[in-house]
């Protein structure tokens, strides 16, 4: 059976590349056009180099997430993925830049080389090129090690936006005041800088604007297994939000109730349901103290954000693993609300049986589906003494929850550990679903393995950022 996805806000990915890519050849092509070229290929150089990094780094401030005009077809997991992995080349990029301008030792003129190293290490006139440079790899410096940093997560976010806003600024200042000579091409780099900081900026404009709105409000908040509490939250009075099965918002609890004090979480009730839950693990930093959060405390949203959402027709496996399976308890309960005529199949592995959710939480959603819980643990005992199948998760598994289904026809949704979800994803592939029928979200490719749709992201990852260094190589040779 042929899949119905639907529209998705946002732009498709080749357009979203396409526009990416243009961005960067826009001010070379300006460049070309209304500035003197200069006749030495390594001032070439700098100046491609210098212009790509700019352009990049301007780029970032709308590829962090948040943005779903951007994120909404391919999903803010992805965006964020490309946002990490586009700053370092931007880095190495303004490293180019500034060692192109140095040049390489000239036998004829012994002394030059040392002048150039003197002039951009303490020369006057370039204190906004050492700025911004400093500022580029400290942000991302500070990025590649946040897991490793003795830091709480709010200052280091905080320190992450002021980095970031104060590197446009330098950034500006220096195209400015050392690059285009036209008043064309100055307006371009201004636009250009307008164009990704007010949409940045606004995001947390918004959320301090409304934090003076009534908030939402903690109307019950429970343990329901090891480490796992149920959030439900009740809306301020008249007000309601929609969203889709599947999706998150972003949540500030009581007087911390500031953008930079919002947390992701995945939303575990339907759309049209009273108030909404969430089910929080503790796991460091803010969600240790999530127990401790009475009835009554005020909660900032930011909502709806991502697209894990369910697309087809055909029969649908939800395989969900520890807290994975709020989103997939949204898109349970949405199916059953709505007399969903699709087949489906819940897959449901944790640790051991009391990292479990209670049954009353996902039961009646799967006994209106017709749809009988594939429980699986990792621990012996649960499996002797409560009939729950031996995890980890397999393929094998994956086969018994597929029994009687066409793979081809299926749609497979999974969230859960990394590891899970890429073994999952490719026993899927592996089964016959199609590659575009099977989706999670993952937002760090650098911990565990990567699956099938992993690598082709990364590859097209690659083949975008193979396209500014092309960019750079023309304009070097133009």
């Not at 979200?441 to 082709?456: C, H, I, N, T, W």
């Amino acid at each position: 059976m042929p899949q119905d996805r639907s529209k998705r806000r946002g732009l498709p990915p080749r357009v979203l590349a396409c526009l990416y890519a243009g961005l960067v050849a826009l001010p070379m092509l300006v460049a070309l056009l209304s500035e003197p070229g200069h006749w030495q290929g390594a001032m070439r150089l700098a100046t491609a180099c210098g212009i790509a990094a700019a352009v990049m780094v301007l780029a970032q401030m709308v590829t962090s997430g948040r943005f779903e005009a951007i994120s909404g077809r391919i999903g803010i997991d992805v965006t964020m993925a490309f946002h990490k992995w586009a700053a370092p080349l931007a880095l190495l990029l303004a490293l180019v830049h500034v060692l192109a301008f140095i040049g390489l030792p000239d036998p004829d003129r012994p002394g030059r080389l040392a002048r150039r190293i003197d002039f951009v290490l303490s020369g006057p006139g370039l204190w906004d090129a050492r700025i911004a440079l400093g500022l580029l790899a400290l942000v991302v410096a500070l990025a590649l090690l946040r897991d490793r940093l003795p830091m709480r997560y709010q200052l280091w976010r905080a320190g992450h936006a002021l980095g970031a806003l104060g590197l446009v600024a330098a950034l500006l200042w220096h195209v400015l005041s050392d690059g285009p000579r036209s008043m064309g091409t100055a307006l371009l780099w201004v636009g250009l800088a307008l164009a990704v900081c007010l949409p940045a900026v606004s995001v947390y404009a918004r959320r301090l604007v409304r934090r003076g709105a009534a908030p939402w409000t903690i109307a019950e908040n429970r343990h329901v297994a090891e480490r796992l509490w149920l959030l439900r939250l009740a809306p301020p009075q008249g007000a309601a939000l929609a969203f889709e099965p599947g999706q998150f918002a972003w949540l500030a609890f009581g007087a911390k109730r500031l953008p930079l004090h919002d947390h992701p979480f995945s939303i575990a009730s339907a759309p049209g349901e009273d108030g909404l839950r969430f089910l929080i693990q503790e796991a460091g930093d803010f969600t240790d103290g999530i127990g401790a959060l009475p009835a009554g405390t005020a909660v900032s949203m930011d909502a709806p954000h991502g697209s894990f959402v369910p697309r087809g027709e055909g029969p649908l496996v939800l395989v969900a693993g520890g807290v994975g399976i709020a989103p997939i308890l949204s898109i349970l309960s949405h199916l059953a609300r709505s007399h969903s005529e699709r087949q489906v199949r819940f897959v449901y592995a944790a640790r051991s049986a009391e990292a479990m959710v209670p049954p009353e939480l996902y039961q009646p959603a799967c006994a209106a589906l017709g749809a009988t819980p594939m429980l699986v643990s990792d621990r012996a005992e649960d499996v002797s003494e409560l009939g729950l199948l031996r995890g980890p998760m397999s393929a094998a598994l994956l086969e018994k929850a597929m029994e009687g289904l066409e793979p081809s026809a299926c749609e497979v949704m999974i969230c859960g550990p990394g590891a899970m979800m890429t073994l999952v994803a490719d026993s899927a592939l592996e089964m016959g679903v199609p590659l575009s029928c099977i989706d999670y979200e993952r937002f760090s490719y650098g911990a565990g393995p990567s699956s099938v749709k992993d690598r082709l992201r990364l590859t097209g990852f690659a083949a975008l950022l193979g396209s500014v260094l092309g960019l750079v190589l023309l304009y070097w040779l133009a």
